[in-house]
Nanobody
Framework: QVHLVESGGGLVQAGGSLRLSCEASGRISVIHVVGWYRQAPGKQRELVAIIPEGASTKYADSVEGRFTISRDNAKNAAYLQMNSLKSEDTGVYYC???????????????WGQGTLVTVSS
């Protein structure tokens, strides 16, 4: 079974920065794609950024140029660097990973528990 744990959330003033981390554990053969999603109060969960294996990253229009997603395959970890934060970035940020486990090669689609980001204006 594959587990994801996010960290790095907190309270920050508008214009500030935070770096979120997502660490995967378990019997992992390969992680095909990692995504960061967020859910603001009273709103649906939305995609923030994704980083497929060996492919280009993609960002929501609202964070393009301010957020950077990256991954460290050796550590089974992914990160979201968030700069120039705005009050509308407030929400719970979730990490999602899709891949294959080891040794069976079964497909997994796993979510973390989320980490809260609060941006004060």
């Amino acid at each position: 079974q594959v587990h994801l744990v996010e960290s790095g959330g907190g309270l920050v003033q508008a214009g500030g920065s935070l770096r979120l981390s997502c660490e995967a554990s378990g019997r992992i053969s390969v992680i095909h794609v990692v995504g960061w999603y967020r859910q603001a109060p009273g709103k649906q969960r939305e995609l923030v950024a994704i980083i497929p294996e060996g492919a280009s990253t993609k960002y929501a229009d609202s964070v393009e140029g301010r957020f950077t997603i990256s991954r460290d395959n050796a550590k089974n970890a992914a990160y979201l660097q968030m700069n120039s934060l705005k009050s509308e970035d407030t929400g719970v940020y979730y990490c999602n990973a899709k891949g294959r486990d080891w040794p069976a090669g079964r497909y997994f689609d796993t979510w973390g528990q989320g980490t809260l980001v609060t941006v004060s204006s």
